[in-house]
């Protein structure tokens, strides 16, 4: 067995006139996120930092935004994707840590629902994925014009 760490960051634009989606989540907000999919940042970030554990890339090598199958997709699937391709060279995974900076919406009452949501949907057990929210403190555009996300991932490689 060995070990492998992996780091994720993913930041979208805040629009009028798109959902927010956070965790594969709908928040309730009168911005959302601009992007090809629906602009998850969180599962963005889990993404690359499993890829990244995994020695696989990213996820834009994986899922790339000139492919029409992944216009509007929900990143759950992107998720549940990416975690084959990690269990399929022989990799498992021990926890998953993030981090989401919005100075808006307040996230806290979101986040058992999002936790539930990500360890469904990577058929972990209670515990493995950790969320925590943070803002910008109003500094700069990230938090305010655009919500940003970080993970890391840890992971035992059956070789
Ligand atoms: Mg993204």
Known sequence: MSY???????????????????GGILVPFDKGLLAYSDGDVVIHAI??????????????LHFPDSDKKYKGISSLELLKETV????????????????????????????KAMVDKLQQALKVNNGVV?????????IGPVGSRAIASYAVALLEKDV
Do not use: F, M, Q, W
């Open 84 to 111: 084959n391709k990690v269990r399929a060279c022989g990799c498992e995974i021990i926890n998953i840590d993030t981090v989401i900076i919005a100075d808006k919406p307040k996230l806290s009452p979101y986040r």
């Open 130 to 138: 950790n969320i925590k929210a943070a803002t910008n403190e109003g």
């Open 47 to 60: 993404c690359d930092a499993l890829l990244g554990a995994s020695g696989l890339g990213d996820i834009g």
């Open 4 to 22: 492998r760490i992996g780091i994720g960051y993913d930041i979208h634009k805040l629009v009028k006139g798109r959902k927010l989606v956070l």
